[in-house]
């Protein structure tokens, strides 16, 4: 079992977690990849996307472009003010997220797929409808899976109504979707209009941590994932995600140093899960 218990980095390059934790990147090139032996052969293969860059990632990104020999602890409250930036509810790709995830079309010539699954967030789902996957694979399912979503940071991890949703894409399946699908805190179901709700989230985040979602929860949910996958009948299957997401998912203990993979914009890296690990492959 590996020991998660730290607070990771994200989303953009170089990550916005970086600068905000004082954390160096994870040295994922230690974690060299493997090959399955023959009689795993018949473990399915998971190839994990993460989503183009977002109106979010350029955001943070501006901010430290403009604030470069800032100490730490004012970048870190600048930086907490675009997570809390109303306008970035559940945001969209940039121009050139777009372009990253269009480029991502090459890789459908010649990947088989059986299933696609993203996280119900606007920034996943434009990202797998730019790459060209739903028009390479007409005929596969692509499902909404809420426990791929991201770790709840900031506003831009608040997502929309199951009904919206599968109003706005009705090709896509979002069946398997609660309300509300993303981390909630409170007993009550009921969400509200995002902003006053966002006021009430803000109240639970720990003093220390800009994350709201708990660790435990965090963790518990990829656990879970995974497990899904694996119960999952098909055999090749694609998801569309997030950077923390992965970096756990992915994550191993290496001499006592947690070591996840660091995604970039458009990143995709494929492997297969074995006795609860992501083991790369390719």
Same mark, same amino acid.
């Given at each position: 079992?590996?020991?998660?218990?730290?607070?990771?980095?994200?989303?953009?390059?170089?990550?916005?977690?970086?600068?905000?934790?004082?954390?160096?990147?994870?040295?994922?090139?230690?974690?060299?990849?493997?090959?399955?032996?023959?009689?795993?052969?018949?473990?399915?293969?998971?190839?994990?996307?993460?989503?183009?860059?977002?109106?979010?990632?350029?955001?943070?990104?501006?901010?430290?472009?403009?604030?470069?020999?800032?100490?730490?602890?004012?970048?870190?409250?600048?930086?907490?003010?675009?997570?809390?930036?109303?306008?970035?509810?559940?945001?969209?790709?940039?121009?050139?997220?777009?372009?990253?995830?269009?480029?991502?079309?090459?890789?459908?010539?010649? +990947?088989?797929?059986?299933?696609?699954?993203?996280?119900?967030?606007?920034?996943?789902?434009?990202?797998? #409808?730019?790459?060209?996957?739903?028009?390479?694979?007409?005929?596969?399912?692509?499902?909404?899976?809420?426990?791929?979503?991201?770790?709840?940071?900031?506003?831009?991890?608040?997502?929309?109504?199951?009904?919206?949703?599968?109003?706005?894409?009705?090709?896509?399946?979002?069946?398997?979707?609660?309300?509300?699908?993303?981390?909630?805190?409170?007993?009550?179901?009921?969400?509200?209009?995002?902003?006053?709700?966002?006021?009430?989230?803000?109240?639970?985040?720990?003093?220390?941590?800009?994350?709201?979602?708990?660790?435990?929860?965090?963790?518990?949910?990829?656990?879970?994932?995974?497990?899904?996958?694996?119960?999952?009948?098909?055999?090749?299957?694609?998801?569309?995600?997030?950077?923390?997401?992965?970096?756990?998912?992915?994550?191993?203990?290496?001499?006592?140093?947690?070591?996840?993979?660091?995604?970039?914009?458009?990143? +995709? #890296?494929?492997?297969?899960? #074995?006795?609860?690990?992501?083991?790369?492959?390719?």
């Amino acid at each position: 079992i590996v020991d998660r218990n730290r607070t990771v980095s994200r989303r953009s390059k170089p990550s916005s977690r970086t600068t905000l934790i004082c954390e160096q990147q994870n040295p994922w090139h230690r974690f060299q990849r493997q090959d399955v032996m023959s009689e795993q052969a018949s473990v399915r293969k998971v190839h994990l996307i993460r989503h183009g860059e977002s109106m979010y990632n350029d955001s943070k990104d501006q901010v430290r472009s403009a604030n470069v020999g800032s100490d730490d602890v004012a970048l870190a409250k600048l930086l907490l003010k675009v997570d809390d930036d109303l306008n970035l509810l559940d945001c969209t790709l940039t121009s050139k997220g777009i372009q990253q995830a269009k480029a991502l079309s090459s890789r459908w010539k010649d +990947m088989k797929v059986d299933l696609i699954v993203f996280s119900p967030l606007r920034r996943s789902i434009e990202t797998m #409808i730019y790459s060209g996957i739903l028009d390479a694979y007409p005929s596969i399912r692509a499902i909404a899976n809420h426990m791929c979503t991201e770790r709840l940071e900031g506003t831009c991890d608040l997502g929309r109504d199951p009904i919206q949703l599968q109003k706005d894409h009705p090709s896509l399946d979002f069946s398997i979707l609660p309300h509300p699908w993303w981390y909630h805190p409170f007993e009550e179901v009921s969400v509200g209009d995002s902003a006053s709700y966002w006021g009430r989230l803000i109240q639970v985040r720990p003093a220390d941590d800009p994350y709201i979602e708990l660790v435990p929860y965090f963790h518990d949910r990829i656990n879970k994932f995974k497990q899904w996958i694996q119960d999952r009948p098909e055999k090749n299957i694609v998801v569309f995600g997030h950077h923390d997401f992965f970096f756990q998912m992915t994550a191993h203990n290496v001499d006592g140093e947690i070591v996840g993979k660091s995604l970039k914009n458009a990143e +995709m #890296i494929s492997g297969r899960i #074995i006795e609860d690990q992501f083991i790369w492959t390719e």
